[in-house]
């Protein structure tokens, strides 16, 4: 038997936490809020997220053809293993058990790769209702794979946990705006760049560059005030867990700001004693 083939549950959910734990340090310090039994399932969804997107940008040299196969190919996988209900891959097995665990609609996983696949060949979206598409299944999809796991006490909690996944996203989008630059990449709305007459691939915090960023984490923060009126129907729990996610993470505009928006320079960072001093006094108020 394979080592693939023999890796156990227990195994599986260990190397989503690792995942976890090195590339997402955000969502992995809020989920020490959750209780016990559900975390693990949070790290099999990011880890779901991270292998695939590990995909479209880690592969080196690789062709866009090439990861577009290998994008499909770990899609085929899932919905196979998915239908089988059981799973050998390292990752996927722990995917598989959370997904039937809270009956997640597979279809989130459809788009999700979907939106991964346009990261391929897609480079500027024109307006934010274009963006919005891609960030559908990039970042909205996501607070709808996590909602069943937080069992929220009202369904009227949906749109404000997609809106919440847009805002990590659209903070993700300004923070990274070099980063994204070097791959080619443009997430900010082409009509707001015209709008405020800024050209991304100068790197210049330009007065009109400031302008822009502060009307992107305007709307960001109407996002975050969107899902805060979600949060309120959360149980006690999951409410923590996603109220330390949303302050660790709307902090990162906070830091954009505090450096005077310079986002070319540094990349805006919390740090890890910021991310344990906050979840360690959640941790003992629960």
Request: proline share 5%.
């Amino acid at each position: 038997m394979s080592a693939v083939a023999a890796v156990t549950l227990d195994e599986s959910y260990a190397r989503c936490k690792e995942l976890n734990k090195r590339y997402g340090t955000t969502y992995y310090w809020s989920t020490k809020v959750l209780p016990r039994v559900k975390q693990h399932h949070v790290w099999a969804l990011y880890a779901f997220c991270r292998y695939a997107d590990d995909i479209v940008d880690d592969l080196g040299p690789a062709p866009v053809e090439q990861r577009a196969a290998a994008l499909a190919e770990f899609g085929d996988r899932l919905f196979a293993d998915l239908a089988a209900g059981r799973s050998d891959d390292p990752v996927l097995k722990a995917v598989v058990h959370t997904v039937r665990a809270f009956d997640i609609d597979p279809d989130c996983f459809r788009r999700f790769l979907r939106s991964m696949t346009m990261d391929l060949t897609v480079a500027t979206y024109d307006t934010w209702d274009d963006l919005l598409v891609y960030m559908d299944g990039s970042a909205a999809v996501i607070g709808e794979m996590m909602l069943p796991i937080l069992e929220p006490l009202q369904p009227e909690a949906l749109p404000h946990a997609r809106d919440l996944g847009n805002a990590f996203q659209l903070t993700n989008f300004l923070r990274d705006i070099d980063e994204d630059l070097d791959r080619g990449r443009q997430y900010v709305p082409q009509e707001d760049l015209r709008r405020f007459g800024v050209d991304l691939t100068t790197r210049c915090v330009t007065p009109e560059f400031v302008e822009l960023m502060r009307f992107e984490i305007a709307r960001c923060r109407e996002l975050y005030a969107s899902a805060d009126l979600g949060r309120a129907m959360l149980p006690p729990s999951s409410a923590r867990c996603i109220g330390a996610a949303r302050d660790l993470y709307s902090r990162i505009l906070v830091k954009i700001e505090e450096q005077g928006y310079d986002v070319f320079r540094e990349r805006a960072r919390v740090s890890t004693t910021e991310k344990a001093t906050l979840v360690a006094k959640l941790v003992a108020r629960r």
